[in-house]
């Protein structure tokens, strides 16, 4: 047994040192061997296997609250900002720079100069040298450039001319100042055209309406020319859709 009172006793501070017998030094290591292990076991209860650091608050977080990295996923809206920086590239403004229309020459490559034009040999029919074009064919179109005013052209059977007008022309290879046009036709009314002397478009020189005869002659001021047309608008009385163009003939006065 240890002798407690001799352990309790006051010392003071000249008091001697005493130690335990030796006959109760095992019982003395004994109890502090007791005491170290309980200490030892307290700590051990509060920290977890492997040493890991201590549990962390619940409202602990490890990404800052303040970072725009992280706007959706698992980490909340109200913690992270929704908004991301913008990366918009502005719109490109683009200037259209005006267009220039050149007008068209007034004196076009295929136009030959008056004073080249050779003059008219007396009596030149320039449609006779010429070649005939028409919408639609039954009798051939060349008949009205034959010399014979007996022929004529008329177009395919069938053709109605009061719905839809039937033409037909003459184009000759050179230029000539053409100022007077001869048609030989039973038309009642139809138009006399000159082609343009820039080939763009025809010239009406004379309408016939409801005509009482069967030669026609067209007068009007000397213009440059390469062609003379007729257009079909109404056959002979009684017979509206009947057309025929016998003759054209084009010449200088």
Do not use: C
Request: charge should be neutral; hydrophobic fraction near 35%.
């Amino acid at each position: 047994m240890i002798d407690t009172a001799s352990l309790a006793a006051p010392r003071g501070k000249d008091a001697p040192v005493r130690l335990p017998a030796k006959k109760q030094l095992p019982a003395a290591l004994a109890l502090a061997a007791i005491t170290l292990l309980g200490t030892l076991a307290a700590t051990a209860a509060a920290t977890p296997s492997g040493g890991a650091a201590p549990a962390q608050p619940a409202s602990f977080s490890p990404y800052p609250t303040t970072s725009w990295y992280y706007p959706t996923g698992p980490w909340s809206s109200s913690t992270y900002p929704t908004t991301v920086p913008s990366t918009t590239v502005p719109s490109t403004t683009t200037t259209v720079l005006p267009t220039t229309t050149v007008p068209p020459s007034t004196s076009p490559t295929w136009f030959t100069p008056s004073e080249n034009i050779p003059p008219p040999q007396p009596g030149e029919d320039y449609a006779r040298g010429g070649t005939a074009i028409a919408s639609s064919s039954d009798m051939a179109p060349g008949l009205i450039i034959d010399g014979n005013p007996d022929t004529a052209w008329s177009p395919a059977i069938g053709r109605k001319t009061t719905d839809t007008p039937e033409w037909v022309y003459v184009r000759w290879l050179h230029y000539r100042e053409v100022s007077r046009v001869v048609v030989h036709t039973s038309l009642r009314d139809f138009d006399i055209q000159v082609l343009n002397q820039y080939e763009q478009w025809w010239d009406t020189v004379m309408t016939v309406n409801y005509a009482n005869t069967t030669t026609f002659t067209a007068l009007f001021t000397p213009r440059i020319a390469r062609g003379v047309r007729i257009v079909a608008k109404v056959g002979p009385p009684g017979h509206p859709n009947l057309v025929r163009v016998n003759e054209i003939q084009a010449y200088t006065s």
